[in-house]
């Protein structure tokens, strides 16, 4: 039986008194404060008072963190099957060295030449990434996957300025299964969305798609394979007609765990590509700290008279290697450059984890990894089909990649248990829930990707409960509305939960609400 522990464990600011304290850090000694000097920061931008942080002994802070992690969960308690997330284990040999001092505690600002080592790594990860979705150049700069995408449409939006074109290249089209960063990064950039429909074999409809696509066609953002895990068949053709109209072609890599070392976006005809290492590369995700959202593009001639590629535009920080003077240094970003998106060249860290995991795998790895997750996705995409309430829309019979995404919709129509009361059936017994509600395009979805980390004995125990819920929906629909029971914190209000009253995403706002200063 699972019972999660529950603590009634007050927020960090609630806790400690003044002058409490953790740790004593030493006075700064005299030959420090020569090389810092005064600070740079100008006098109007200084806080007129100290932050109201939260003071605590070491031991209060330890005991805070230990009893929030007793009521949580992560991939090192069991499976996170979040569908479009690949939450893989998260090598241990890959943190030791990522935060070993020698790179951990660099400083961006460091001379190049004190700094050799960490970008040699990123030289090579550069290359390698390059490899693996088959482009010529990549810059590390961009800090997650979506801060990718933007990255990726003002690349585009610049692509179209150096042509003079820029007036009539309004449009980007997105197909109706993306995630929903990639038409808000396409807003962001200042074009108009255009959104094309999925036909029922899962692929973008084609004809819908040659009806949007037109001379202020700009680019066309797509993920595959999709969100339905499904590849996209017809994706040459694709690449074909927008090019036609000198539109590029991005690619989204939040999925390419579905087809690392099998198929490269590359040699399928994109332009640009994303790659969320915290995905495909086993970062460990936000939660752990800055993330890292490299993109890749195909090296090619945006103006031949002023001889500008499209790797000028890229923004940031390429590292280049001088091989006269054996010497590896940061270029860019240059004139024709997006420019700066973040402050310095990337967030390491979790690249340097990324560069440990492509090391140790190898290209046999990686392909082998796909492999498993593709075969895993399939045996439990077979399993739960059998199951009463549930089916699998889009694509009937197709086999599916990294991903498979389930509809509660038959059970929810029969005996009104829906995907929501499912995942809180899950919480129940200790397993972890799948994403819910995305891809839009599904009703009552429950999207789910276990990832090569996983056994085929996890996989079967997820279905035995999937089976298990099934049952008791349709024998006492009422009992799972009351789930989850077991959990330390039960079913929350959702619509309450993302309404803006109610939400406090700092101590700040927290206290501003409670005085009643905010609405
Ligand atoms: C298909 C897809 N695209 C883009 C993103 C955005 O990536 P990130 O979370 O790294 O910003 C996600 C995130 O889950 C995703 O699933």
């Known amino acids: 039986m699972f019972r999660q522990a529950k603590w009634n464990e007050p927020l960090v600011f609630e806790l400690g008194a003044p002058g409490r304290i953790g740790i004593a850090l030493p006075e700064l000694d005299e030959e420090i404060k020569v090389i810092v000097g005064e600070p740079r920061i100008p006098s109007s931008m200084r806080r007129s008072a100290p932050p109201q942080l939260p003071e605590l002994s070491e031991v209060e802070v330890i005991r805070h963190f230990t009893r929030l992690t007793q009521m949580s969960y992560g991939v090192d308690n069991g499976p996170v099957p979040l569908g479009s997330c690949t939450m893989k284990y998260n090598p241990r040999i890959a943190w030791d060295i990522a935060f070993d001092s020698r790179i951990a505690e660099l400083h961006p600002l460091q001379d190049e030449r004190t700094v050799q080592g960490l970008l040699e790594i990123m030289y090579e990860l550069q290359k390698w ?57 396409a807003a962001m950039a200042g074009f108009r969305v255009i959104e094309v429909p999925t036909g029922e074999d899962g692929n973008v409809d084609m004809e819908a798609l040659k009806s949007a696509v037109s001379e202020s066609t700009a680019g066309l953002m797509i993920t595959n394979p999709s969100t339905l895990g499904l590849f996209e068949e017809r994706i040459l053709k694709i690449a074909d007609l927008v090019h036609e109209y000198d539109a590029l072609l991005y690619y989204d890599g939040a999925n390419l765990n579905g087809i690392m070392g099998y198929a490269r976006p590359g040699d399928m005809g994109f332009d640009i590509a994303h790659i969320n290492v915290h995905k495909t590369f086993s970062s460990p995700h936000g939660g752990g700290g800055p993330g890292a959202g490299p993109v890749c593009i195909k090296d090619r001639i945006v103006d031949p008279e002023r001889n500008i590629w499209l790797k000028d535009l890229l923004p940031g920080y390429v590292v280049v290697y001088d091989e006269e003077r054996g010497f590896y240094r940061l270029r860019g970003p240059g004139p024709h450059s997006i420019g700066l998106l973040k402050a310095f060249f990337a967030n390491t860290i979790p690249l340097v984890w990324a560069y440990i995991y492509i090391l140790i795998m190898g290209p046999q790895g990686l392909r082998k990894a796909t492999e498993h997750a593709v075969l895993l996705t399939n045996y439990f995409a077979k399993l739960v089909s059998e199951i009463r309430g549930f089916e699998i829309p889009y694509g009937k019979g197709r086999f599916r990649k990294h991903e498979v995404v389930l509809s509660t919709k038959p059970m929810a129509d029969e005996v009104g248990v829906t995907a929501e009361d499912v995942a809180k059936g899950l919480l129940d017994v200790g397993l972890y829930a799948p994403t819910m509600y995305f891809p839009l395009i599904v009703k009552e979805t429950l999207q789910i990707e276990f990832t090569e980390t996983e056994t085929p004995e996890n996989i079967e125990k997820y279905v035995a409960r999937l089976r298990e819920i099934s049952e008791i929906a349709y024998k006492n629909p009422l009992e799972p509305k009351n789930w989850p029971v077991n959990t330390s914190v039960r079913r929350i209000n959702v619509a309450k939960a993302n309404h803006p009253k109610h939400v406090a995403p700092t101590w700040r706002v927290f206290m501003k609400k409670l005085r009643g200063e905010l609405e």
């Open 129 to 185: 990434l390059a490899n693996i979705v088959g482009m010529d150049v990549c810059t590390l700069h961009p800090a997650a996957g979506a801060h990718g995408e933007l990255v990726g449409v003002l690349i585009i939006r610049k692509y179209h300025e150096i042509k003079n074109q820029l007036e009539k290249k309004t449009d980007i089209i997105v197909p109706d299964s993306a995630h929903g960063t990639n038409p808000a990064s």
